[in-house]
Nanobody, 122 residues
Framework: QVQLVESGGGLVQTGGSLRLSCAAS????????MGWFRQAPGKEREFVGG????????YYADSVKGRFTISRDNAKNTVYLQMNSLKPEDTAVYYC???????????????WGQGTQVTVSS
């Protein structure tokens, strides 16, 4: 069982930055690939990006590529989402998720956090 808690959301102006954190419980965090997702009002949840546990490879949705960076600190059981050059269309609730799969996927995650709100004002 893995419990995930996101933090770091808030209100930021267009062009600003935020760093989200996702703290995981459990001693096997290093064996979970982690994903970040977001859901805007009235829209379906979408994959933002992820990081593999096996080789640290990262993958990003085209909409955030070059602006967002995912990293992890296994010693702290935490994964991060650094968001730069934020746009109003990045406004959403952001969720982290964990999967035992060795590679990053856009679905099939076993555990989810409760989400943190990110609002980008124009």
């Amino acid at each position: 069982q893995v419990q995930l808690v996101e933090s770091g959301g808030g209100l930021v102006q267009t062009g600003g930055s935020l760093r989200l954190s996702c703290a995981a419980s459990g001693r096997t965090f290093s064996r979970y690939s982690m994903g970040w997702f977001r859901q805007a009002p009235g829209k379906e949840r979408e994959f933002v990006g992820g990081i593999s546990w096996s080789n640290g490879a990262t993958y990003y949705a085209d909409s955030v590529k070059g602006r967002f960076t995912i990293s992890r600190d296994n010693a702290k059981n935490t994964v991060y989402l650094q968001m730069n050059s934020l746009k109003p269309e990045d406004t959403a609730v952001y969720y982290c998720a964990a999967t035992r799969r060795a590679v990053v996927t856009t679905q099939g995650y076993d555990y989810w956090g409760q989400g943190t709100q990110v609002t980008v004002s124009s």
